[in-house]
């Protein structure tokens, strides 16, 4: 067993896991994890560059991450940034903050190292002998990778809930012009995927992040979040354009009621329903399986693997 600690900083949040890692067998044991919205990709689609007061707002979440990672005893830690610091201007700003608080510098990962951590992630506990197509939908973009054993096709495009809904301001509740203006980002952007990733081909869907598991959590009518009940839930197709329906019909009052929406996605969800539910139809799939293993557990398994390599080596 390997200790580690992985860190996920994307668009909209930026999330901890410390783990014990076995590489034999695969198996991540969870000793801490947690999720914080920062919102780092505030006004990053208008102005290109990270706001003061979103690279606050993150500084603050390491600070709080750096302390669970000295009591926790991680004898690693990788710190990966996606989306939002990989287009901003003043993203040297974004580094030496987190190398100031952390001791490690942010690796500005490119969208095709983002899906392979996903990938790993998602699919590591399931059965290696199926076809998945993976759909990580973050806050600035949105990956797409397809395999069984490994990653054979991966593209990242600039599709996300929180760029769609800065780029649309869809309303309380959107309009049809506003959804349909969503609508054209995504297409276009699931037909720049499909140009690296045969989309329709794989059997299974599998489905990562805050809106998608936010999406599954209404479906099933949970009171509170509930991860064990998510990991590996199915949602048809119908469940799925049903919640996104009544999400993009609804005011900002009405989605601030609903138990399992976290406040930092009251505003953003509707366009990352909005996303899936394209994504299905795009696709053709009847369901999509939840996994709330992805890219945090993808980068800690990855991380022990190499201590062990450089253990190894030593």
């Known amino acids: 067993m390997t200790r580690v600690a992985a860190i996920d900083c994307g668009t909209n949040s930026i999330r901890l896991l410390v783990a014990d890692a076995d590489t034999a067998t695969g198996e991540i044991t969870d000793l801490d994890r947690r999720m914080t919205i920062v919102r780092l990709g505030q006004g990053v689609d208008r102005t290109g560059r990270l706001a003061p007061e979103a690279l606050e707002r993150t500084f603050a979440a390491c600070r709080e991450y750096a302390a669970v990672i000295k009591d926790l005893g991680a004898e690693r830690l990788r710190f990966v940034a996606t989306s939002a610091s990989r287009d901003a201007e003043n993203r040297d700003d974004f580094v030496r903050g987190v190398l100031g608080i952390l001791g490690v510098e942010p690796e500005v990962i490119s969208g095709d190292q983002e899906a392979e951590f996903s990938f790993v992630g998602a699919t590591k506990e399931l059965d290696g002998d199926d076809d998945y197509l993976v759909v990580d939908i973050g806050g600035g973009s949105t990956e797409f990778v397809v395999g069984s054993a490994g990653v054979e096709a991966a593209r990242s495009v600039d599709v996300g809930c929180v760029r769609m809904t800065e780029r649309h301001h869809p309303g309380d509740p959107a309009t049809p012009e506003q959804i349909a203006a969503i609508r054209a980002d995504i297409e276009a952007a699931l037909d720049l995927a499909e140009q690296t990733v045969p989309l329709r081909e794989p059997r299974t869907l599998v489905g990562l992040a805050g809106s998608v598991t936010t999406v599954a959590a209404i479906s099933l009518g949970l009171s509170a979040y509930d991860s064990a009940a998510l990991h590996h839930a199915r949602i048809s197709y119908e469940e799925v354009a049903a919640v996104t329906g009544r999400l993009l019909a609804s005011t900002h009052e009405e989605r601030a009621v609903i138990p399992v929406l976290h406040p930092g996605r ?28 992805d890219i945090l557990d993808g980068i800690a398994y990855k991380t022990a693997l190499d201590a062990e390599r450089e253990e190894d080596e030593g």
């Open 266 to 293: 009251i505003d953003v969800i509707g366009a990352g329903a909005l996303v899936l539910q394209a994504v299905m139809e795009r696709t053709g799939a009847r369901e999509v399986v939840v996994s709330e293993h």
